[in-house]
């Protein structure tokens, strides 16, 4: 059984900072890209950042400057840092693996900005 573990989300202040972490659990084959979506209330899910296995990232606009996507493969686990947060960035995040067979994906985590 694989499953991904997310962990990190929560209450923060305009400004502030969060980081995110994504771990598998289980035996888990073949992963190239890792990634991060979020899905604010009422809207539709959307990309937030996603790495590669030879550690190439893409990044939404609205967080280039902001948030830094890594990945520790010997781990199989993805991060999300997320620098000077704004309450746009108010959403359920959703941590995603690729792998040769199959996407997983998170449970999510709620990450709330607000004063």
């Known amino acids: 059984q694989v499953q991904l573990v997310e962990s990190g989300g929560g209450l923060v202040q305009p400004g502030g900072s969060l980081r995110l972490s994504c771990a598998t659990s289980?035996?888990?084959?073949?992963?190239?890209?890792m990634g991060w979506y979020r899905q604010a209330a009422g809207k539709q899910r959307e990309l937030v950042a996603t790495?590669?296995?030879?550690?190439?990232?893409n990044y939404a606009d609205s967080v280039k400057g902001r948030f830094t996507i890594s990945r520790d493969n010997a781990k199989n686990t993805v991060y999300l840092q997320m620098n000077n947060l704004k309450p746009e960035d108010t959403a359920v995040y959703y941590c995603?693996?690729?792998?040769?067979?199959?996407?997983?994906w998170g449970q999510g985590t709620q990450v709330t900005v607000s004063s």
């Open positions: 995603k693996v690729n792998t040769v067979l199959r996407v997983y």
């Open positions: 790495i590669t296995s030879g550690g190439n990232t």
């Open positions: 289980g035996s888990i084959f073949g992963i190239n890209h």
